[in-house]
């Protein structure tokens, strides 16, 4: 292994890392635009997006794995988001190499935009199976947070898909 | 086994320590992004802002504690007749909100100061209004704060007028449910509402809300609809007391949280 490639590992980690961290951070700041009935963009899914976009299955769901215990660690253990982000993880990954989906923006917007559905209705199945409270609350708030978080999301996933596809397809290029 | 190693070696070493590293974010409660989250934060708070709210909680403050010290000085003659002894009472500390909730289904909150400014599990925060909540998780120069509005959690409570006991359960931001522990209990629009002494997390008497609406006909017990008086979306200062939970929560009286 060369010097440059070396270099490249290490840079490409410290962007992996320091990209994690602050969407860990964005997620507790509102800022005028950022938010709907009180609800910001989920950008932790749009990083585990952006991420399985381009990669295999396992990659999608290791992803899934360790963003979900990080936003776990922030909110609590159970209903957990390691569920919904392994399932966003893996089907983003899958989707790519079943319908080869064309590499723009408006896609990218649309898959984030479904992916949210899917995380909410996982955190959702699992909180009615905490039976604390009424289904017909949770099914309200449900509506309310999947359509607002899924619309938020999606408008903002270009901001963070662009500079990390950007890097990771620069980065494949200078590998070969 | 070796040829494999020297394959697949480098990226399974790295897919373990990303794993571990985030196991180890969820175990702290992401504690050292919210220290870094609040040193990014803390230059942008405006002081303007702090200034004005100190002013105004400070003359709050002053007029409560004046009425406070007239009422402890009656209180202590009453006592010195019956002999009591006092607790030691520890100072408010007066806390930024800095974060709101990481994920819609929670509602809760992430204050600038942590323990290092005396901070600890279990302490009540109270805004402007009334019981906003109670800190979860402290961080040296963070804390997590777990709203009433939040839907795990439950609060004993007590309508100020008539006495009848019940509990407050957290849905949508400004509305919660009270539900009450009798069939029929003697409840008005309009009633104040407060914590109740069978609480075990929370101080009674702190003022809580408002009763919006009664609703009769839901089942096994009474439920009236409270319009919360602290504005919870809106409060950018709040005041964190001190207080030790007469029970840790279990998976009895609290859903896991951390």
Redesign the interface.
């Known amino acids: 292994m060369s010097m440059p490639s070396n270099i490249l590992k290490l840079l490409n980690?410290l962007v992996i890392i320091l990209s994690v961290?602050l969407c860990?951070?964005l997620?507790?700041?509102?800022l005028p635009g950022m938010e709907l009935l009180?609800?910001?963009p989920n950008w932790l899914l749009i990083w585990v997006v952006s991420w399985s976009i381009k990669r295999t299955v396992w990659q999608g769901l290791?992803a899934g794995?360790?963003?979900g215990?990080?936003?776990?660690?922030?909110?609590?253990?159970?209903?957990s988001?390691i569920l919904s982000l392994v399932l966003v993880g893996v089907l983003t990954a899958s989707l790519r190499r079943q319908l080869y989906i064309q590499e723009d923006f408006i896609s990218v917007a649309l898959i984030v935009f479904f992916m949210v559905v899917v995380a909410e209705t996982a955190?959702a199945i699992q909180?009615s199976l905490?039976y604390?409270?009424p289904l017909r609350?949770i099914w309200q708030?449900y509506q309310r947070?999947a359509i607002?978080?899924a619309t938020l999301s999606s408008l903002w996933a270009p901001a963070l898909y662009y500079p990390l596809n950007q890097w990771w397809t620069n980065l494949r290029k200078l590998e070969k | 086994m070796g040829h494999w190693w020297i394959k697949h070696g480098l990226s399974t070493t790295l897919i373990c320590i990303a794993i571990s590293a985030a196991w180890f974010l969820e175990q702290t409660g992401v504690a050292p992004l919210t220290e870094i989250y609040y040193f990014l934060v803390s230059p942008f708070l405006s002081k303007q802002q702090l200034i004005l709210e100190d002013k105004l909680t400070n003359a709050r403050i002053l007029e409560l504690e004046q009425r406070i010290a007239e009422l402890e000085q009656q209180n202590q003659q009453l006592q010195k007749f019956l002999d009591y002894s006092q607790n030691q009472q520890q100072p408010i500390i007066n806390a930024p909100i800095i974060g709101r909730s990481a994920d819609r289904w929670w509602q809760q909150v992430t204050l600038g100061k942590g323990k290092n400014d005396g901070i600890e599990q279990g302490f009540i925060v109270t805004g402007i209004g009334g019981l906003v909540g109670r800190v979860i998780q402290v961080t040296p120069h963070t804390s997590r704060v777990l709203l009433i509005s939040d839907a795990n959690s439950r609060v004993g409570a007590v309508v100020s007028r008539s006495r009848h006991l019940g509990f407050i359960q957290g849905g949508s931001y400004q509305t919660v449910v009270m539900r009450f522990f009798t069939k029929v209990a003697d409840v008005r629009p309009g009633d104040t509402i407060a914590t109740s002494h069978l609480s075990r997390l929370y101080p009674s008497g702190f003022p809580l809300g408002k009763v919006k609406s009664v609703n009769v006909n839901s089942g096994e017990a009474l439920e009236a609809e409270i319009e919360l008086t602290a504005p919870l979306n809106l409060l950018e200062w709040v005041l964190v007391h001190p207080f030790t939970p007469k029970l840790e929560p279990t998976s009895e009286t609290l859903l896991p949280l951390n």
């Open positions: 980690g961290a860990s951070m997620l507790l700041l509102r009180g609800i910001g290791l794995v360790t963003l215990l990080i936003h776990d660690g922030m909110t609590a253990v159970y209903p988001h955190l909180y905490m604390v409270r609350e708030d947070i607002a978080s």
